[in-house]
């Protein structure tokens, strides 16, 4: 159950290799955490992510592969979670690659296979597990979104659009799963040195896994429904919103 | 849960972690069987809830069938002359005041609000402002009948006292409590005769209820837990008993007069943060210097003194969109220096909590999870959303068990489950009383889920 200050005793991560989603278990695991099942494609990061758990003195950790663009699996795979957890507090959805950035690099299926995996796939799971959530009466989506969904930019649009299609998909969800007992926490972090960013040239206000993992643990004790990480951003990208078309699509950024 | 029934979310009075659950509303004994065999049958889980005054997740079942015991009202036998009353359980105590007052009888133990039903009172076990003389609730019950999953049982201290001693202070998850038995307590008049002082640190404090405590009937202290330094632990001790006739003084036409009221009512969730570190250190300044050094024998109303808050319709939004917790713990005679820690965590941390009640218990309750022992007793109402609330809570949590104290857990909704075991040494066997009446496991409370107290 999550108690009244949102730490959850059980979660699932999916895309369980997410350095955010590591940093956010580290976090919780000093907390509340008991059963965590890490769903994702790569089984050694898997594996080393329950190892530091299990030190961590997570009583049950457990792995599974997922491959969240087999949408046909994944009320199947949701069920069988919450068989092998017992009941799930919290479900991160922390799926996703930056993959190509500008347009000379994309094609039609390049196109395609990044928004199957960045958002498709992310959204079908998010459904699949809100079915099991409903059932229970109770639990917590966390979607990983991002700034760069707020307003596309030119420099990795595809990425972009994915992460404002699920942004957008994630509030309807939070707005239909109203009288449920089921609650979304939609995460707009602005640039996280992690994996999925090695190598990208650095925004200014670069962020660690672990100020992601705070943020999400503060929004989870405050019971918020969106949070911006840093919290600045929700005025900065506000403000963005406004620049006019002309100027948008000439920043360098 | 099946797509048609109808779902309802439920929270505690704190307003925090909600969950959904179906609601059925029995208005009869045999409705009340016939909701716990189906549950049974079809494994669903069940719980029992009254009046919602539970601060966290003890009266919600996240994907159960919540029992709204509520239309289980009736007296069903009032005996003045041997002062004991046969009510059903859903019978709230507001009601059965303003029934008894008149006739010059009063409840043996009251909580601060009135406005809890009879079974949660046994559940909650609940203790009042004279629980140093008079211990909690569950020591006036006589009798209790309880409907579990494996049927109706009769609990007194002669038949099946193990059964008894397991449902007071047992969070409901014995049975639900179909109709109790308890005795009564004559009183003259309406009024009570009020002793107040201002305390003007916690030695002060601590040294004036133990001194002179059982002069009175009741005794409780208001704690300022903003102040700090040589301040630490401020407070307005208020004691008194219940006002003999001559005291009310001649030209008053009913001296049994009761009339409580709800004289305002918060209309919305306050907009957060309304209470604050600044706002509640200037209410409490404002409430300490208003309070007398010393007033003795100070006519107030029954409501006036025992359920303050409730003259307040929905004070719990004030707290606003995040809602708040209740910590209260208890620390025994001769731990005072845990709970001087505590006080001083709380005031470094700048916890903003107008409402902080201490008090000097009497007797332990003698119910498995039943929450008094002699000692001190500190409950705060704490603003949730705040960084570190959980973080601090769970160091409080370390002090008190390591004090050898405990957390009340009808007030709970985030104690460490590691500590529970040292907390309420008589748990396990507590569990072994209930597999005798719910083998299967079929009531189950969110707060008995979150806290391994099940199955």
């Known amino acids: ?63 599974a592969p997922l491959d969240v663009t087999d949408v046909g699996r994944l009320e199947a795979f949701a069920d069988s979670a919450r068989a092998r957890l017992g009941e799930i507090d919290l479900v991160l959805v922390a799926a996703g690659v930056l993959g190509a950035g500008g347009i000379d690099e994309l094609d039609a299926s390049a196109v395609a296979s990044s928004l199957t995996t960045n958002l498709t796939g992310p959204a079908a799971a998010s459904v699949a597990f809100a079915r099991v959530l409903r059932a229970q009466g109770s639990g917590r989506l966390v979607v990983l979104s991002s700034v760069a969904g707020y307003r596309v930019r030119r420099a990795n649009f595809v990425y972009g659009a994915a992460k404002a299609g699920l942004d957008g998909f994630a509030l309807g969800l939070g707005d239909a799963l109203a009288g449920s007992g089921v609650e979304v926490m939609v995460v707009r972090p602005g640039f996280v040195r992690t994996k999925m960013t090695s190598g990208r040239p650095e925004a200014p206000l670069a962020l660690e896994p672990a100020d992601v993992a705070d943020a999400i643990v503060r929004g989870l004790e405050r019971n918020a429904s969106v949070v911006w990480v840093p919290a600045s951003l929700r005025i900065v990208f506000g403000l963005l919103r406004l620049v006019p078309r002309a100027l948008w699509r000439r920043l360098p950024v | 849960m099946s797509g048609r029934e109808r779902r309802v979310v439920l929270s505690g009075w704190g307003r925090a972690a909600p969950s959904a659950a179906s609601i059925e509303r029995p208005t009869s004994p045999k409705g009340l069987v016939a909701i716990l065999e189906r549950a049974a049958r079809e494994r669903r889980r069940v719980a029992a809830r009254g009046l919602g005054r539970s601060y966290g997740d003890a009266a919600q079942c996240a994907g159960g069938i919540v029992v709204d015991c509520t239309g289980l009202d009736q007296v069903l036998e009032l005996d003045l002359g041997r002062r004991r009353i046969r009510v059903r359980a859903g019978a709230s105590l507001d009601a059965l005041l303003r029934l008894l007052v008149p006739k010059g009888l009063f409840l043996p133990v009251t909580p601060g609000t009135r406005h809890v039903t009879v079974g949660g009172a046994i559940a909650a076990d609940v203790h009042g402002k004279n629980h140093h003389r008079d211990g909690s609730f569950g020591a006036h019950v006589e009798e209790l009948v309880l409907v579990s999953p494996t049927g109706r049982h009769v609990a ?39 002793d107040t002082e201002r305390a003007r640190d916690l030695e002060d404090l601590l040294a004036r209820m133990a001194e002179r405590d059982d002069e009175y009937r009741y005794s409780v202290a208001w704690l300022d837990c903003l102040a700090r330094g040589r301040h630490l632990g401020r407070g307005v001790l208020t004691r008194a008993d219940h006002a003999a006739r001559e005291a009310l003084g001649v030209g008053r036409r009913d001296p049994l007069a009761y009339d409580p009221r709800t004289r305002v009512s918060v209309p919305f969730p306050a907009p957060a943060r309304l209470l604050n570190e600044v706002s509640v250190a200037a209410f409490n300044e404002a409430w300490y210097r208003r309070a007398p050094r010393v007033r003795r024998g100070e006519l107030q109303s029954i409501p006036r003194f025992f359920h303050p808050l409730d003259g307040v319709g929905r004070w719990n939004l004030l707290y606003g969109r995040s809602g708040f917790t209740q910590y209260q713990f208890v620390v025994p005679f001769g731990a005072e220096e845990a709970l001087r820690r505590v006080v001083e965590r709380l005031a470094s941390a700048r916890v903003p909590s107008f409402l902080a009640v201490l008090k000097r218990f009497g007797p332990s309750g003698e ?40 957390v009340y857990l009808a007030k709970d909704g985030r104690l460490r489950p590691d500590l529970i075991a040292s907390m309420y040494p008589r748990l396990e066997s507590w569990r072994t009383l209930r597999r005798r009446v719910d083998p299967d496991g079929v009531l189950a409370t969110d707060l008995a889920r979150r806290l391994g107290l099940v199955p």
Not at chain 1, 22 to 43: C, I, K, N
Not at chain 2, 172 to 190: C, N
Not at chain 2, 369 to 388: E, I, K, V
């Open chain 1, 1 to 63: 159950m999550n108690d009244v200050t949102g730490m959850p005793q059980s979660a699932v991560v999916l895309g369980g290799s997410s350095d955010i989603g590591r940093a956010l278990l580290r976090a919780l695991a000093s907390r509340r955490l008991e059963r965590v099942l890490l769903a994702g494609r790569d089984p050694a990061s898997l594996g080393e992510t329950a190892a530091e758990l299990r030190a961590l003195g997570v009583g049950t950790v457990e792995v």
């Open chain 2, 156 to 194: 007194s201290r002669a038949a099946d006292p193990e059964l008894l001693t397991a449902t007071l202070g047992g969070l409901g998850l014995t049975g639900i409590v179909e109709e109790a038995t308890f005795s009564l307590v004559p009183i003259a008049t309406s009024r009570l005769v009020v």
């Open chain 2, 367 to 406: 119910g498995h999870l039943s929450f008094p022992t002699p000692g001190w007793t500190l409950a705060l109402d704490l603003p949730l959303g705040r960084p570190g609330l959980a973080a601090l809570l769970d160091d409080l949590d370390e002090v008190v068990a390591e004090a050898g104290g405990r």
